[in-house]
């Protein structure tokens, strides 16, 4: 397939495959004929304001980096029809599977990117997402490639500028040094505060955060995940120096 956009960029990568098994007939007539509708198209200039990227009337704009099978993302798209959802995905498998739901549930808050969110990132507006879900993000756990991982100082700072202030941002991990690095990274990234009153904060998943496939597995193989929530306040001076 055509590679969603051709914004250069040199972030190392970050996921695995783009795609698994081959695609069915009906798959292929999903990527042929409701991805060009859906897909975000990094060639075209940013909007002044993201919530018109969305036919509907989408009053708050929420990113899921990473959606594996959609299940999140469709979830929150269904219970949050007054938001507009984009959903960044390189694996097209899983992105057919949001293009099924959309077309089965007659979806019209949802957006998709095919590709690294890093991109879409550098293209969006200033302040112009107010929630970003990313849920058991690849772990990388030799220590080789740790590099690959997604969380890191650098890019809280690219998804900085991007943010409302007061936006929440959610992340679960089943792999606890994935967990401490990233709150490393957020303890080191000025103007994000964790939401963490107590352990319950982030032994379990509030009632509008539902599960994902990959969550399922991890705990059914007797992994315990996290789940962190962190609160971008916004700054300034930190928002000048954030790369764009
Ligand atoms: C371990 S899977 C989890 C999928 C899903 N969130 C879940 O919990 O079931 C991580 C996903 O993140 C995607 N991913 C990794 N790096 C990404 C990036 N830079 N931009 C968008 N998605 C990315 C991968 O393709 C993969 O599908």
Redesign the pocket.
């Known amino acids: 397939m055509e590679e969603a956009n051709k914004v250069p960029h040199d972030d190392i990568r ?3 495959r783009r795609h698994g098994r081959k695609l069915s007939a009906r798959q292929q007539g999903l990527l042929a004929n409701v991805l060009p509708r859906l897909r975000i198209d990094l060639e075209q200039p940013p909007p002044e304001n993201a919530t018109s990227l969305f036919a509907t009337d989408a009053k708050d704009v929420w990113l899921e ?5 959609g299940e ?1 993302l469709i979830w929150q798209a269904e219970h949050h029809p007054n938001v507009g959802l984009i959903g ?4 097209l498998d ?1 992105v057919v599977k949001v293009l099924d739901a959309v077309e089965t549930k007659g979806l019209k808050n949802i957006r998709v990117l095919p590709d ?3 991109r879409l990132l550098r293209w969006l507006p200033d302040q112009s997402i107010s929630r970003v879900f990313i ?4 772990p990388w756990p030799k220590k080789r490639h740790w590099k690959r991982r ?1 969380v890191s100082t650098q890019f809280l700072a690219t998804l900085a500028r991007v943010l409302k202030p007061g936006a929440e941002l959610r992340l679960a991990t089943d792999i606890g040094d994935y967990a401490r690095t990233s709150l490393l990274a957020f303890r080191a990234s000025p103007g994000y505060a964790w939401l963490a009153a107590g352990p319950s904060d982030w032994r379990e998943r509030t009632p509008d955060w539902p599960p ?4 399922q597995k991890a705990i059914a193989q007797g992994r315990r995940p996290v789940y962190l929530r962190f609160r971008w306040l916004g700054s300034a001076q930190f928002e000048q120096k954030a790369p764009k």
């Open positions: 970050s996921f695995g980096i990473g959606f594996g099978g999140h960044c995905e390189p694996y899983g690294d969110a890093r849920l058991f993000p690849d997604l994902t496939r990959y969550e």
